[in-house]
């Protein structure tokens, strides 16, 4: 006890001091509280006290964006909540978010909490967490330097799983769907959609077969990779039936049907891409687990935005210029990003920033992750030029002319700033800023550049 109250007293202390460290600095976000707090006492998360419920979301990809929708929407409804969007993920940035939640002398502040949690980090959050709740968005391909394969991934969310947690998984990413067996669980998903296939067409694919009898499995519709439903005509095994469901999805009209508890209502997407669609069902399913009404949880998602750092569009007259995260070493979210970006209509021009920057002064990133990335979608003529730059720069070049993208599209810039000399800026185009995890700040304000020179220049010729 002395060593959590010495850990929580100097781990205030930190806080204090990081508070007043950002209003110098403008610079939000930090886990030194947390961390301070563990290194005197490892029991610290779980000897904090905490809200009366606990909501967990992980995933590969799409966790941020769900954990931020079902925070808002809770919001909206009245709950006081307490999230860790502003820290880390990992066991030193839910202690520090845990102790924003708690004052000085105890007493918590929110009623529900509403954690982001790396996946990989369950080890070392949850003998200390035990969610009421726990959302798995999917489990995908990641950085093979951190995540290895995603079955890996799935077998330690699995082993430290707590036992009361009850899970809300996505049933048509069937290695998510597996995850911590004897758990309570309900599933969700989308249901046949215009354009699905039968057959993956993507370079990654990572459930070809049973993982019962080993046959080749056959998909009744499939959305991407492996995302779909699928079945096996040796054994019978298949992906699980849908609690929750996205039906009749009209992504250009922009609305779907959501059933669930043997209702449904038509709905407006947050977003009208596929991905995006995945992350509202799952923040609908858990406010309604939580115990609302569906028209409680349509009316708390109504009118909520995608976080501008995930996605933004700055229009410019008839053209626009359009930001969006890109998880660099995930060659599963690169692709559905880039399905995104040629599904749109007209002619495009795209900065590709996600090339792991932050990584220059660490180590030198593995690059297979490029050959994992459906850049073959590239070769599409409405991409008019594609704009890459940094150490991996050449790396990325290379990738794209192994796709088959024409040399003369391609441009390499030294300088983050030399990509706006290189746009063509067509009538009508739009210009797609990628930047990754360690370059949001810079991807943004080129993307703000960018709208300004087209103001400025008329757009209408090459600069």
């Keep these: 006890m002395l060593r959590f109250f010495a850990a929580f007293v100097l781990g205030k202390a930190a806080q204090a001091g990081c508070a007043l460290l950002s209003r110098v600095s403008r610079r939000k976000g930090t886990t030194l509280p947390g961390a301070v707090a563990i290194r005197i006492c490892p029991e610290f998360i779980a000897r904090i006290p905490k809200p009366a419920r606990i909501v967990a ?11 931020n929708l079902l925070r808002d929407g809770l919001r909206r409804l009245g709950c006081s909540v307490l999230n860790n969007s502003a820290g880390g993920n990992i066991n030193t940035g839910i202690a520090t978010s845990l102790l924003h939640g708690v004052s000085l002398f105890g007493r918590v502040r929110q009623e529900l909490a509403v954690l982001e949690v790396d996946e990989r980090s369950a080890r070392t959050v949850f003998p200390g967490l035990q969610p009421d709740l726990m959302i798995v968005t999917n489990l995908t391909r990641d ?27 996505n049933a048509d990413s069937l290695i998510a769907a597996r995850v911590a067996p004897d758990n309570p669980r309900v599933y ?4 046949p959609m215009d354009g699905d296939k039968t057959v993956s067409t993507n370079r990654i694919n990572d459930v070809c077969v049973c993982p019962r009898c080993h046959s080749v499995m056959t998909y009744e519709y499939l959305r991407y ?31 779907f049907r959501f059933s669930g508890r043997g209702e449904s209502m038509e709905l407006p997407l947050i977003h009208a891409s596929v991905f995006n669609l995945y992350n509202q069902v ?27 750092t995930r996605f933004d569009v700055l229009p410019v007259g008839d053209r626009k210029v359009v930001s969006i995260f890109c998880k660099d070493k995930n060659a599963y979210a690169v692709s559905r990003v880039l399905e995104y970006i040629l599904a749109q209509p007209g002619p495009k021009e795209i900065l590709f920033y ?14 297979c992750w490029l050959y994992d990335c459906d850049f073959e979608l590239l070769r599409e003529e409405t991409v008019r030029r594609v704009v890459v730059y940094g150490d991996r720069g050449r790396d990325l070049k290379l990738r794209l002319l192994l796709a088959g993208v024409p040399e003369e599209r391609i441009s390499r810039v030294d300088q983050p700033e030399q990509g ?15 930047y990754g995890s360690d370059s949001i700040d810079m991807g943004k304000a080129l993307a703000e550049r960018i709208a300004g020179h087209i103001r400025s220049h008329g757009g209408g010729r090459r600069v």
């Design 420 to 434: 706006i000399a290189c746009l063509e800026l067509p009538a009508a185009d739009t210009v797609y800023v990628l």
């Design 188 to 191: 969700f998903g989308v249901g």
């Design 354 to 367: 996600n090339n792991s920057v932050g990584d220059t002064a660490h180590w030198s990133e593995n690059t």
């Design 225 to 255: 990779s492996d995302v779909g439903r699928v079945r096996c005509p040796g054994c019978g095994f298949a992906t699980p039936d849908y609690d929750y469901a996205a039906r009749q999805v009209d992504l250009p009209g922009g609305v």
């Design 282 to 308: 799952a923040a609908m399913t858990a406010l309604m687990e939580l115990g609302y009404s569906m028209e409680q949880a349509a009316e708390a998602l109504k009118g909520v935005k995608i976080n501008a």
């Design 143 to 169: 950085s093979i330097m951190r995540n290895a394969h995603p079955a890996y991934i799935r077998d330690i969310l699995t082993d430290y799983m707590p036992e009361k947690t009850k899970l809300i998984l």
């Design 57 to 67: 979301v992980t995933g590969t990809n799409g966790k941020t964006t769900t954990s």
